[in-house]
């Protein structure tokens, strides 16, 4: 199983900004929400994080006594010179053509479609698709961000990149992909450990 943690919340995440490359510690909250899910996690084989501190910081709250192996592909998506904007003060026009074109980015960012694929390629490797069997029986736990989990659900789904602007995800929460006969299964999806979190 392909277990896939979104870090605990953070000041960026708290005062409502775009968090994407920039460096934001976790709040008190987001430190006990991600120490929390630990509850939560059957046997794990291995845990990967994303480089971004906050996603490290809630791998090592979560207390697995594993090493962290550090995944350039589960980074958050770069929001280029809208980074730290608040959500309320991105231009309505510019949320427009974002929602719709999967391969625009922001001056200076990344395109959706560039977190796709390379949470894809990580994706297909987790799941033994381009390498070596990696369906172990233990879970692999992977600490990341908002946008490369949505695309890992995308990918699981078989749906297109435009696909993660209908999905909401809390912060510290956990989505579970299993694999099936035929391909990826999405088992449960932004689990929380608290019901009004999950809203």
């Known amino acids: 199983m392909l277990v896939l943690v979104r870090h605990g919340e953070t000041e960026g995440n708290a005062a409502r900004q775009l968090l994407g490359r920039a460096e ?3 709040t008190a909250r987001g430190r006990s929400d991600a120490g929390a899910l630990s509850a939560a996690l059957g046997p794990v084989s291995r845990l990967i994080s994303s480089p971004l501190g906050r996603a490290r910081q809630s791998a090592e709250a979560l207390g697995l006594g594993l090493p962290i192996d550090v995944d350039e592909r589960w980074v958050e998506v770069d929001y280029g010179e809208l980074e730290g904007c608040a959500l309320a003060e991105v231009p309505a ?3 427009a053509r974002w ?3 999967p391969a625009f980015a922001p001056p200076g960012g990344e395109s959706l479609a560039g977190v796709g694929d390379r949470v894809r390629r990580a994706c297909d490797e987790l799941f033994g698709v381009a390498g070596e069997g990696a369906r172990a029986e233990r879970d692999v736990v992977v600490v990341s961000h908002v946008s490369p989990i949505k695309a890992a659900v995308s990918w699981a789904l078989g749906g297109g990149d435009e696909m993660v602007w209908r ?4 912060t510290a929460s956990i989505t579970r992909i299993g694999w099936g006969s035929d391909g990826p299964v999405l088992h449960r999806y932004n689990e929380t450990r608290s019901a009004e979190r999950s809203r």
């Open 24 to 26: 934001s510690p976790l």
């Open 93 to 95: 026009e510019l949320w």
């Open 99 to 101: 929602r719709a074109d």
């Open 167 to 170: 999905l909401y995800l809390a």
